[in-house]
């Protein structure tokens, strides 16, 4: 007769718990800083006020993200809807290109952002 062991089941439970506990980790804006300087300062400026070397050749000057007034009103959502999909998804600047960042460097990229609003608490 074998009996039957409990280990790989409880193995593999702690395994996929300790996935989704990584899934749900809180966004890095450290991280978030290292993505934006190298995907997103040429145009927003390497300290978010809209004035990078790229921002010259725009329409629309970018947005300075020191500035309190402009991101409070934005949701974490709205941020990441636009960084995804670009301006124009959201009434925004044609400027604003959509891009192929991960969901978890988008994450962070706008912890980063917050932190440069003076807002490091995300809103929904």
Same mark, same amino acid.
């Given at each position: 007769? &074998? +009996? &039957?062991? =409990? =280990?790989?089941?409880? #193995? @593999?439970?702690?395994? $996929?718990?300790?996935?989704?506990?990584? !899934?749900?980790? /809180?966004?890095?804006? #450290?991280?978030? /800083?290292?993505?934006y300087? &190298? *995907?997103?300062a040429?145009?927003?400026?390497?300290?978010?006020?809209?004035? !990078?070397?790229?921002?010259?050749?725009?329409?629309?000057?970018?947005?300075?993200? =020191?500035?309190?007034?402009? $991101?409070? /009103?934005?949701?974490?959502?709205? $941020?990441?809807? +636009?960084?995804t *999909?670009? !301006?124009?998804?959201?009434?925004?600047?044609?400027?604003?290109?959509?891009?192929?960042?991960?969901?978890?460097?988008?994450?962070?990229?706008? #912890?980063? @952002?917050?932190? $440069?609003?003076? &807002?490091?608490?995300?809103s /929904?």
């Amino acid at each position: 007769m &074998r +009996v &039957r062991s =409990t =280990t790989r089941p409880v #193995a @593999l439970a702690a395994v $996929l718990a300790g996935g989704l506990a990584a !899934g749900a980790a /809180k966004p890095d804006a #450290a991280a978030g /800083k290292v993505v934006y300087d &190298r *995907e997103c300062a040429s145009c927003h400026g390497g300290t978010g006020k809209g004035d !990078g070397d790229d921002a010259a050749y725009f329409t629309t000057k970018p947005p300075n993200f =020191t500035d309190p007034a402009v $991101l409070p /009103k934005r949701s974490d959502d709205f $941020l990441a809807a +636009v960084i995804t *999909e670009g !301006g124009p998804s959201k009434g925004l600047s044609k400027d604003m290109p959509a891009t192929k960042l991960s969901a978890g460097d988008i994450k962070s990229v706008v #912890a980063y @952002l917050r932190q $440069l609003s003076g &807002r490091a608490k995300s809103s /929904k």
